[in-house]
């Protein structure tokens, strides 16, 4: 971001350029504030406060310049430009003052209340933490409480919670931003966001580079694997208690129809979410032969949010989660064995010493746990707190974990567990390299290049080369959010808008059915005859417009300047980054 050199005689300006974050990737700043409610979503403010803001005040040291807050709100809803406005819009482009119209008036689908639960927890109280050191009240004082009412108001306002109505709203005569701050963390984003794009482009050319043995007409002649297979199933629900732990939770079962031992998949759910989100993948993989296992996380699952949104719960999760969540898996699998023991229905059917899983986002952390990446404490102090300049939210829960006892911690990977599929997971800090590096068993990772909750840079694509595993990939989803692959979810949650969703998430979701096929098939089942398919080549054919599709299997991050930070301000890789690829190994 560039600005200027200010004078008093200068009106201070942040230009709009084409670059601009704040106009240009409106669907990301959206994404932002969704993310955020996915890590954690917000008692109630019922008075008005007795001052609205009336102007905006751009400060940078002891200069400031503003703009009458009604000057931006006829702007926004009529488009016409008043005398004091027109100092500003001067430097940006039509397309940028539509798009800004657009923000300032676009509506976030969220109740005072689930705003008001959000913003007293302790997630909420750090982001506003964060916040209050940019957008200020008069005299440079925090804007912490007077944000936090804001949102709440505007929330509870007719009008909705949009950017506008919170200005409005803003419990004092001046709102003022700070440009030095919001400089310092523009730069530390745009940094991330450089980095992270140019990773994303070797990544693109080096799956896209026909390196493999596979030709155009043994492609042609593939199976098509968007297809379900051949086999028809029965789904049964269960009701496991664990009484050492107190917890009791359901978990839906697919059987295939066969009589003989199934490898078995288990699939883990994002914060947030629960476990009919990844259902359209476990009636694929059990059409293919596959025992499915879908447990729903309490504590952590789509309850435990409408709890937290209607007042009943103080928090969005717990730190005991990222224990509770593989021991959860666990006692399913010992539940499963006393099952094909016992039960008809289960017997003969299960082959418990063949499981794999996958999991999203949390759930992706929890796969990752499994495959025997220990919580690693050492990281996490160095790390936690995050610093107010990181643009990686997934922080803001890897920290919790660092409260927990590590005795506690010391039992979460199962040797059952052969291999394991992470999407969108978060695991930088919370497993880290030293932690990743233990993984022995095949890995796939799979990242969405417009992640703005867990970015694909800091929690996918480094984190992928720390792995040391022989049979490892990364599948890169270009244009997807953290959101693309979630399924359509049985529990109403908080709604999500389609431009937070991003493009084409049915398309998303059948690349997540074609490339875990493939892997489970390959590395769970021994089904050789897969392997073809987790090549670039078969990738780049399948790969669609608007999300077009990548596949690395190895990656490196070099740099003859810098040693490798585990730094979430900034990544200082950018002067050389490597892509290689290598033969697929036994």
């Known amino acids: 971001m560039n600005c200027s050199p ?23 700043w959206l994404q932002i504030v969704f993310g955020i409610l996915s890590i954690g979503l917000i008692p109630t403010l019922t008075a008005r406060p007795s001052l609205s803001a009336e102007r905006l005040t751009i400060s940078y040291g002891v200069v400031a310049r ?39 008036l676009t509506p976030i689908p969220l109740k005072a209340v689930e705003v008001s639960q959000f ?11 964060n916040l209050g050191e940019v957008v200020q009240q008069e005299s440079g004082i925090s804007g ?53 794009q140019q990773a994303i482009a070797l990544i693109n050319q080096q799956s896209s580079t026909d390196t493999g043995t596979t030709s155009k007409l043994e492609n042609a002649l593939m199976t098509n694997l968007s297809k379900p297979g051949k086999f028809s199933h029965q789904k049964r629900a269960i ?10 939770f359901p978990a839906d079962i697919y059987l295939p129809d066969i009589s003989s031992p199934r490898p078995v998949i288990v699939i883990s759910h994002g914060l947030g979410s629960d476990r009919t989100s990844y259902a359209y993948l476990a009636e694929y993989l059990v059409s293919y032969g596959f025992v499915v296992a879908v447990p729903e996380h309490p504590g952590s699952d789509a ?14 999760t717990g730190p005991r989660e990222f224990i509770d969540r593989p021991l959860d898996v666990k006692y399913l699998l010992n539940q499963l064995s006393n099952l094909s023991k016992s039960d008809p229905a289960y017997k003969g059917r299960l082959n418990l010493e063949q499981v794999g899983v996958v999991g999203q986002s949390f759930g992706g952390y929890t796969a990752l746990a499994l495959a025997g990446a220990p919580i690693d404490f050492k990281q996490l102090a160095k790390d936690c707190p995050p610093s107010p300049d990181t643009a990686n939210l997934s922080l803001l829960l890897q920290c919790l974990a660092f409260s927990l006892p590590e005795s506690t911690t010391s039992n979460l990977s199962d040797s059952r567990v052969k291999v394991a599929i992470a999407i969108n997971p978060i695991d930088s800090s919370v497993l880290g390299q030293a932690s990743l590096s233990q993984i022995k068993i095949p890995i796939m990772m799979m990242a969405s290049s417009v992640d703005t909750v867990a970015p694909a840079l800091p929690e996918q694509i480094q984190p992928f080369t720390w792995l040391t595993t022989p049979n490892k990939y990364l599948a890169l989803i270009n244009g997807g959010t953290h959101f693309s692959t979630i399924g359509e ?68 991050l070099k ?16 002067p050389t980054i490597f892509v290689n690829s290598v033969k697929h190994k036994q």
Request: aromatic residues 8%; hydrophobic residues 40%.
């Open 6 to 28: 200010i004078s008093p005689a200068t009106p201070t300006v942040v230009r709009l350029r084409p670059q601009s974050h704040f106009v240009k990737y409106k669907s990301i």
């Open 66 to 104: 503003s703009i009458p807050i009604n000057s931006l709100e006829t702007y926004a809803k009529t488009g016409k430009v008043d005398d004091e406005l027109a100092a500003y819009v001067q430097y940006a482009g039509k397309e940028q003052l539509n798009q800004l119209r657009q923000f300032l």
């Open 303 to 316: 309850k435990q949010l409408q709890a937290l949104l209607s007042g009943r719960a103080a928090e969005v």
């Open 144 to 196: 912490f409480y007077a944000i936090r009412a804001a949102l709440i108001l505007a929330a509870a306002d007719p009008q909705k919670l949009t950017l506008l109505n919170v200005l409005r709203k803003f419990p004092s005569r001046t709102i003022t931003i700070n440009l030095v701050r919001s400089l310092e963390i523009a730069e530390a984003f745009q940094k991330l966001v450089n980095q992270t």
């Open 559 to 574: 740099s003859s300047s810098v040693n490798y930070p585990h730094s979430h301000e900034v990544y200082s890789v950018q």
């Open 119 to 129: 913003l007293y927890t302790p997630i909420g109280e750090r982001l506003l933490d």
């Open 239 to 248: 009701i496991l208690n664990d009484t050492s732990r107190n917890r009791t």
């Open 489 to 556: 979810s049985q529990t109403s949650g908080v709604p999500v808008p389609e431009q937070v969703i991003g493009a084409s998430p049915a398309l998303a979701q059948r690349y997540v059915r074609v490339l875990s096929l493939p892997f489970f098939q390959t590395y769970l089942a021994n089904e050789q005859s897969y392997r073809r398919y987790l090549s670039a080549n078969y990738v780049n054919a399948i790969s669609q417009q608007p999300l077009p599709l990548s596949l690395v299997e190895t990656l490196s």
